[in-house]
């Protein structure tokens, strides 16, 4: 036992008091004939029932013998000894009385950080309400900065949610605070910066084409010049070309033939504005037939006429198919007169002035009276008239009689269209029936200087417009005689019309 209270004592301070304990326990378990008595001590003992009786003092960590008494010949000794035995118990207590305050302090700082994490985490300090469960997965994140928006104020637009302040705009980069923007894509724009870089202008008055009811942009658009302009500007009266199409600008003026037509001035570099200015290229077409061995040997007369004067003479012929509801060119078969345009007129402003007529009585020769074309159209579309109308003289003079429309007009037009691409692309089609026809073509635009690119670029747009025809007899017609031209020729289409009255299959 005696072990055990010594370990209890393990503070260094006391280390010689441990020894004078251990000194005074070792007297006290010595035999009683070692402790200062004789041989006699033995026997008093004996005589007594054993041994003297021996007491418990302390608790369980500190256990003691109580000392015999001592003979009052040496009261300093006992008295020595009764002082040590004291401060030993004193010491004992004290290192007790540290240890539970050590484990009180501990036991009240594993309180406060519980409380602590509890209010930090939230959660309730009642047992029976459960706390809220964490998902990140049904967070939130901003598309701007891919950070969690958590439970904050967030827009969502565009299937995807953002900061107020991280929805910006592409442009500017400054966030969208306004109930309405526009989308490029997947990118947000405030409407005034969306529309600079973004939002079409109009080609005609160039002001930003408006939105439609739904909020839309809506425009016009030419298939072939990509000319883009306002609805509106289809029933403002607002001139578009006779040649190209195109609506007349605000900053470009058209010039008025003075029949209903406008030309632009692209156009009117080129225009043929009277019949003594259309000899050379009606004989030019001329010789491309003959290239082509569809020598025609009776001289028709050519005239280049007004509008007005074109309606009365279509009304005069008795047969004949017409391109409504503009027709530009006739092959006359009966005899008229015509008045034609005998000056060319001058430009008065944004209008011609000057011009001089003069009517002719066309008289009947041959199957073929004449041949009229309007005035004051470019270059390769008045040749292209002519080679269409010139066609129908050939077939007229050559026998091809009661012919379909559709096949009529629909070879007249392949005549028209590979003029047109022998001029624009020389030597584009080879072949027998078309390399002289080239090669002709070829020295006639020498001697003019070549094309320029506005005037290549306007025989590109007719012949977009011959193969893009919707009407039954020119554009369904054309499509088919091609066809077989380009798989049979021109010779042997010519000779499978004459034949069966049908294109070849």
């Known amino acids: 036992m005696a072990p055990s209270a010594v370990n209890n004592l393990s503070h260094p301070c006391i280390s010689e008091k441990k020894s004078g304990w251990m000194k005074w326990l070792s007297r006290i378990f010595r035999s009683g004939p070692n402790r200062g008595g004789g041989g006699s001590g033995s026997d008093s003992g004996s005589s007594s029932g054993g041994r003297l009786p021996q007491q418990l003092i302390g608790d369980q960590e500190n256990i003691f013998w109580r000392a015999p008494a001592r003979s009052t010949d040496d009261p300093s000794r006992a008295h020595k000894e009764k002082e040590e035995l004291d401060h030993t118990i004193a010491l004992s207590l004290a290192e007790d009385l540290k240890k539970r305050n050590r484990y009180r302090r501990r036991t009240e700082n594993d309180e406060a950080i519980s409380r602590e994490l509890q209010d930090k985490m939230n959660l309730s300090p009642y047992p029976s309400v459960a706390p809220p469960q964490f998902h990140p997965g049904n967070y939130r994140y901003c598309s701007g900065c891919n950070r969690a928006i958590g439970y904050g104020n967030y827009l969502g637009c565009m299937g995807t949610y953002f900061h107020p302040g991280c929805f910006c705009c592409r442009s500017c980069g400054c966030p969208i605070t306004e109930h309405e923007f526009s989308l490029s894509g997947k990118h947000p724009y405030h409407k005034s910066c969306f529309k600079e870089p973004t939002h079409p202008r109009c080609e005609v008055c160039h002001q930003f084409i408006p939105t439609n009811r739904v909020g839309l942009i809506e425009y016009r658009c030419h298939p072939f010049w990509s000319q883009k302009y306002c609805p509106s500007h289809e029933h403002d009266n607002t001139a578009r070309c006779c040649s190209c199409e195109r609506l007349e600008s605000w900053n470009a003026r058209y010039i008025s033939l003075g029949d209903g037509r406008s030309l632009c001035l692209e156009c009117m570099e080129s225009a043929i504005m009277d019949t003594g200015d259309c000899q050379p290229l009606y004989h030019s077409i001329r010789d491309y037939y003959e290239g082509m061995n569809m020598r025609i040997d009776q001289q028709i007369p050519m005239l280049l006429v007004e509008r007005q004067a074109l309606n009365e003479a279509i009304v005069g012929e008795k047969h004949g198919f017409h391109h409504m509801p503009e027709t530009r060119g006739l092959c006359l078969s009966e005899e008229q007169t015509v008045t034609s345009i005998l000056k060319r007129p001058k430009i008065g402003g944004h209008r011609l002035v000057g011009m001089r007529?003069?009517?002719?009585?066309?008289?009947?020769?041959?199957?073929?009276?004449?041949i009229l074309v309007l005035y004051g159209l470019p270059r390769l579309l008045t040749g292209s008239i002519l080679a269409h109308e010139l066609m129908h003289g050939w077939l007229r003079l050559k026998g091809y009689r009661n012919l379909n429309p559709e096949v009529e007009e629909g070879i007249c037009q392949v005549l028209s269209y590979m003029w047109l691409e022998s001029e624009v692309m020389p030597g584009f089609r080879s072949g027998p029936s078309t390399s002289a026809a080239s090669s002709s073509s070829s020295s006639s635009s020498s001697k003019k200087g070549g094309r320029s690119?506005?005037?290549?670029?306007?025989?590109?747009?007719?012949?977009?417009?011959?193969?893009?025809?919707?009407?039954?007899?020119?554009?369904d017609g054309f499509r088919t005689a091609n066809a077989a031209v380009n798989k049979y020729g021109l010779r042997r289409t010519l000779d499978h019309i004459h034949m069966t009255g049908s294109f070849p299959v």
């Open 453 to 475: 690119f506005a005037e290549k670029k306007l025989g590109e747009f007719f012949m977009h417009q011959i193969a893009n025809d919707a009407s039954t007899s020119y554009g």
């Open 357 to 370: 007529t003069q009517p002719q009585k066309l008289i009947r020769r041959c199957d073929v009276t004449a």
